[in-house]
Structure formats: C-alpha cells, structure tokens
C-alpha cells in the first residue's frame, strides 16, 4: 500500500511495448569502406574489371563408384521389406499435461483502452517533488543588473568623451637618465655566414709521423702462422665438457683401503 500512494491517477510504470532506440547503442564508424581490388567485398558502386582464374587439371572420373560388399545385410530383410512377427517395447507413463495458464477473457479490460485506441484531450497529473532532486541553483531575479546609463560602459546611450589622469612615464621622459643606455660596443657584430653565402671551412689537424727507426715494430715470435683459418681449412675441434643430469650417481669412494 505505501508503494502505491506515490502515484496519482491511474498511470502506474510498465514495459514499453516495443524496441527504443535509446536503449540500444550504436557501434559507431566501426565498420570500413569496402574495397576497390579483388573480387572478394568489392565495392558494387564502382566498376569492376573482368577476372580470369587458371584451374587445376580434373582427374579422370571413375567409372566404379559402388563400395563393393562392405555392408551386412541383416538376415530377416527381403526385397519386399522387413520380415518377421511384429515387436513391441516397454515404456513409461508419459508425465501429466499442466494446466494451460493462457489468460481467459477475465483478464483484459477493455474499458480502460479508451485513451489508446480513441483519441481524447490531453490531460494532466499532480506528482510530488522527488527526493533524488537537489535544490536548484538557478540564480533569482536579483542576480541580474540593468546596464548603466552614466559613464563609459552604457549600451543603448550614447557617452560623452572620457578623459583619464595618468601618472608620468619613467621611459623616455625628461627626467630618465640617458648614460645607462647601451652603446654600441654592448652588441656583437653578426656572423656574415648568417645572411650571406658560407665559405667553405678549414680545420688544423695534428701532424703525423712517418715511422723511422726508433717505431717500434712487432718482431717474428709476435705472430702466430700456425693459428691462421681464414686461409685454409681448420680441422674439428672437440672440447670435454661436464655431463650434468639428475640420474647420475654419486662417487663412491671405499674408506677401508
């Protein structure tokens, strides 16, 4: 009873009785223009070209396609059908039908249909304010002011010339002292590489000495013929490596000798 008392007049919330496109979302650009290559998916607004395909070479077709005696024929079938005495199977009690719950014509009421299928004047209900509601924050008619009719700021009147009282300036007056500004010694001169054409640059390098007698040189015992592979083959080199796994057993060594 209380749900019942928030409602006025007869309207109470029901299903809609078909789709709303609210209710359902869209996908959105999600899916791609078709192509303009290929047979497959191609754009049917646009010219196609003719295709050619090379196909494979059909076998021969067989002539014998019977699977031979590979089935089991029962012994009680004939060319006339089944043989034999009629059989029957045991089975169990078939459940009991329900009851049909369809609605009888008990159950429509046909008097309450005159707003949906005979047009009547719109009408009009009496609801409670909702809790969930806040309280508004829409400014009152005292938050808004008229526009002035004096001074500068005025919209629909038109204003005298306004004349304001300044302070003197610090720069470029007559009392601003002139020794502090820069002379010409405070600015670089400009790189001429910068606005003309760059001439080509040079650079000192160190000077190099050709070897005498005194550079030391690598003698004989330096160098390793016998170890050179990139002008002749190398044989096979082996390594003996530990063999580690789980399975093998530990050493065991006899105290008693």
């Given at each position: 009873m209380?749900?019942?008392e928030?409602?006025?007049g007869?309207?109470?919330p029901?299903?809609?009785?078909?789709?709303?496109?609210?209710?359902?979302g869209?996908p959105?650009p999600k899916y791609?223009?078709?192509?303009?290559?290929g047979?497959s998916?191609h754009d049917?607004t646009?010219?196609?070209?003719?295709m050619?395909?090379?196909?494979?070479?059909?076998?021969e077709?067989?002539?014998?396609?019977?699977?031979?005696p590979r089935?089991?024929?029962?012994?009680?079938?004939?060319r006339?059908g089944?043989?034999?005495?009629p059989?029957?199977s045991?089975l169990?009690?078939?459940?009991?039908?329900?009851?049909s719950?369809?609605?009888?014509?008990?159950?429509?009421?046909?008097?309450r249909?005159?707003?949906?299928?005979i047009r009547?004047a719109?009408?009009?209900?009496?609801?409670?304010?909702?809790r969930?509601?806040?309280?508004?924050?829409?400014?009152?008619?005292?938050t808004?002011?008229?526009?002035?009719?004096?001074?500068?700021?005025?919209v629909?009147?038109?204003?005298?010339?306004?004349?304001?009282?300044?302070?003197?300036?610090?720069?470029g007056?007559l009392h601003?002292?002139?020794?502090?500004t820069?002379?010409?010694?405070a600015?670089k001169?400009?790189?001429?590489?910068?606005y003309?054409q760059?001439?080509?640059q040079?650079s000192?390098k160190?000077?190099?000495?050709a070897?005498?007698?005194n550079?030391e040189?690598?003698?004989p015992?330096?160098?390793?013929?016998?170890?050179?592979?990139l002008?002749?083959?190398?044989?096979?080199?082996?390594?003996f490596?530990?063999?580690?796994?789980?399975?093998?057993?530990?050493?065991?060594?006899n105290?008693?000798?």
């Amino acid at each position: 009873m209380p749900s019942e008392e928030l409602w006025v007049g007869s309207w109470r919330p029901h299903r809609p009785k078909g789709p709303i496109a609210a209710l359902y979302g869209s996908p959105g650009p999600k899916y791609a223009l078709p192509g303009l290559i290929g047979a497959s998916q191609h754009d049917p607004t646009k010219c196609k070209a003719p295709m050619f395909s090379f196909g494979a070479r059909h076998e021969e077709a067989n002539t014998n396609c019977s699977p031979g005696p590979r089935y089991l024929i029962p012994s009680n079938m004939t060319r006339k059908g089944r043989s034999g005495t009629p059989a029957f199977s045991l089975l169990g009690r078939p459940k009991q039908l329900q009851l049909s719950r369809v609605p009888g014509p008990g159950q429509y009421s046909p008097e309450r249909s005159g707003k949906m299928t005979i047009r009547s004047a719109p009408a009009y209900s009496l609801y409670g304010r909702r809790r969930d509601r806040g309280n508004t924050q829409t400014p009152g008619p005292a938050t808004y002011t008229l526009p002035p009719m004096l001074g500068c700021k005025t919209v629909v009147a038109t204003s005298a010339p306004n004349y304001t009282l300044q302070g003197r300036s610090r720069a470029g007056g007559l009392h601003e002292d002139t020794n502090k500004t820069p002379g010409p010694a405070a600015y670089k001169v400009v790189d001429p590489s910068i606005y003309r054409q760059k001439p080509p640059q040079y650079s000192i390098k160190g000077r190099n000495f050709a070897p005498e007698e005194n550079t030391e040189k690598p003698g004989p015992g330096a160098h390793y013929p016998e170890r050179v592979t990139l002008t002749r083959a190398k044989a096979p080199s082996f390594t003996f490596g530990l063999r580690h796994s789980q399975y093998l057993a530990p050493l065991i060594v006899n105290m008693d000798e």
